[in-house]
């Protein structure tokens, strides 16, 4: 066997900007494994439970992934939640990686092989106001893209007036009216609204064509959730702060959105968002991994989109120019499938060392100035 005695020897963190965390596994032969455990605004808290499963995998064969997964995820007693989930799913990818390249092949190939040939990707379109965001919207379409997620601005008050909605509802038919209808245009909630809100303006929203809703309401409440899906056609998604196969079953189970969103920085990793874009494949349910960060994530995300079926959409905001040696590229919102070995990619370290930074990036909080109280981000 190729790689006899593979060992893992140390773990190192980089700190990287704007907010992304870089993990580099290495081993006592020539193969490195990179994977991004982060959870945005908890650098340290993720660095501090990184440097704790460290002790586990220090002197460990990386390739027995499902194993080294089970034992640190269950081997604590204490399990689950944002901070351990992140560390253990940059661990994972990372071992990935590096079973990949002792293999010489990309992960997808270990993992059921190609469904496509190309992956749709999606970009961000964001703007103080209407032109501001319609002028964003057009330069992406004129780059390639044909499929973008928007938003509306916070704060969002639990019961909004007719006003506020009237604003949400002339804001996306400006960008409907811009891109036209062969744009694809998704739109982020951001869990801002309460379902009661929401149910009212996915409502309005609906003949402008909602690509998917993200979000709706906050998560963790599949009852509310349930309600607003029988409540419309818009295709409803959620699932970027929902955590493993256990926290994902209640939301398949009842059928509550369209489509799924694990992160797979956030989620388990790799191999765990496959196994909840199973479960989500018998209940016919779509899924388009979560990925505001950095190009391992996306890395790692493309990987599991080329093996999965029912992967519809990939969320990206970098494709790597500055990070890596060899940026993905995009033609026409697709990019094609990566063929070098493990992630398939190779960091530019001249680059990623310039982006050091020292973590404390913040998640903004928003205060609603109208009364002072905390409003959803
Ligand atoms: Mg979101």
Redesign the pocket.
Known sequence: MAYKDLKITRLELLMVKPRFMFLKMHTNQDIVGYGEPILEGQTHAVAGAVRAMENYLLGKDPRQIEHHWQALYKGSFYRGGPILTSALSGIEQALWDILGKSLGVPVYQLLGGAVRDRIRIYAHAHGADKEQLCKRARELVDMGFNLLKTGFEAPVAFVENQQFLRNCVERFAALREEVGPEVDLAL?F?GRFSPTMSKRLIKELEPLYPYFV??PCLPGNTAALVELKNSTTVPLATG?RIFTKWGFRDLIEQRAVDILQPDLCHAGGIMEVKKISAMAEASDLAVAP?NPLGPISLAACLQLDACTLNAVAQEQVTLGDGYLVKPFEMQNSYIELPTEPGLGIELDEEKVRALEYDGNWETPRVIDQRDGSVAEW
């Open positions: 982020d951001h993200e979000e970027e979560h």
